[in-house]
C-alpha cells in the first residue's frame, strides 16, 4: 500500500502571501489529521476532516483553514502568512472509525516564511 | 493539552532493552494510550497503542500500569535506528496531543 504523500515538500513565501498544501492519505483511509511541527511548540494538531466535514479542531487562528475531497484528499490553507507560520506541517491519514486507530503520517511540508 | 509527562532524553545501550516511561495521570477511563516516535524531522511512525491490557507488536511491548496512571514502551533490543524522539499520548478521539516527548539515544 502506498504511504501518505504530501506536495509539496518544500515551499518558501513572503509574509502576507497564502499558501495551499495538499495532502494524500492511504488508499481506503477517510480521516486525515493536520499538524503543525515548529522547534518552539512541538507538534501542535491543527484540524481533522473525515467524510469530507472538519470533526476536530485544534486552538489555532482562522488564518489555517482546510478542506477535504470526496477522494479523502486534503488540503490545508494558510492566509497572510506570518514569520511564525514557518514550520514542518505534516498530515496523517486513518480510517477514523471506531475508537482507537493508528494514524499513518507522511512526510510533511517544509514552510519557509520570510 | 498534553496529558502526558516524559522524561527529556535516555540513553541506552545498542542491543539492550530501552524502558521509556509515561505518567498520564489524569488519564480518563475511555483514553487509550499510544506510543508514536520520529526520527529526525521525518513523519511521526505508530509504534503501539492500549486501553488497559498490556500490549505487544513486533516492534515494542506497552506495559501499561493497573491504576492506567502510567506506562512504560519497552523496545526489546535497542539498535541505532531506534534513536529517536518517543513521543506517549493519551486519547480518546481522533484529536492527537504530542507533548515534548524523549529523546533516546542509542549508543553502541
Known amino acids: 500500500k502506498a504511504g501518505v504523500t504530501q506536495t509539496p515538500r518544500y515551499l518558501i513565501k513572503t509574509r502576507g502571501q497564502q499558501v495551499t498544501l495538499s495532502c494524500s492519505p492511504i488508499?481506503?483511509?477517510?480521516?486525515v489529521s493536520w499538524y503543525q511541527q515548529t522547534p518552539g511548540q512541538g507538534l501542535q494538531f491543527l484540524f481533522e476532516?473525515?467524510?469530507?466535514?472538519?470533526?476536530n479542531k485544534g486552538n489555532f487562528p482562522g488564518r489555517f483553514s482546510g478542506r477535504q475531497f470526496s477522494n479523502s484528499r486534503s488540503e490545508m490553507n494558510v492566509s497572510t502568512l506570518e514569520l511564525g507560520d514557518s514550520a514542518l506541517y505534516l498530515c496523517?491519514?486513518?480510517?477514523?472509525?471506531?475508537?482507537?486507530?493508528?494514524?499513518?503520517f507522511g512526510p510533511g511540508t517544509r514552510l519557509t516564511v520570510t | 493539552d498534553a496529558k502526558t509527562t516524559q522524561p527529556p532524553s535516555m540513553d541506552c545501550a545498542e542491543g539492550r532493552a530501552a524502558n521509556l516511561p509515561c505518567n498520564h495521570s489524569?488519564?480518563?477511563?475511555?483514553?487509550?494510550v499510544y506510543w508514536y516516535r520520529q526520527i529526525h524531522s521525518q513523519g511521526p511512525q505508530y509504534i503501539i497503542h492500549?486501553?488497559?491490557n498490556n500490549e505487544t507488536n513486533e516492534m515494542a511491548s506497552l506495559i501499561i500500569t493497573e491504576d492506567r496512571k502510567s506506562s512504560t514502551l519497552i523496545l526489546p533490543h535497542a539498535t541505532l535506528r531506534d534513536t529517536a524522539v518517543y513521543y506517549c499520548?493519551?486519547?480518546?478521539?481522533?484529536?492527537?496531543?504530542f507533548g515534548s516527548g524523549t529523546k533516546l539515544n542509542v549508543k553502541p
Open positions: 496523517a491519514s486513518s480510517s477514523g472509525t471506531g475508537i482507537a486507530y493508528e494514524q499513518y
Open positions: 499520548i493519551v486519547n480518546n478521539f481522533n484529536k492527537f496531543y
Open positions: 489524569t488519564i480518563s477511563g475511555n483514553e487509550y
Open positions: 488508499s481506503g483511509h477517510r480521516s
Open positions: 476532516y473525515f467524510s469530507e466535514t472538519q470533526r
Open positions: 492500549g486501553l488497559k
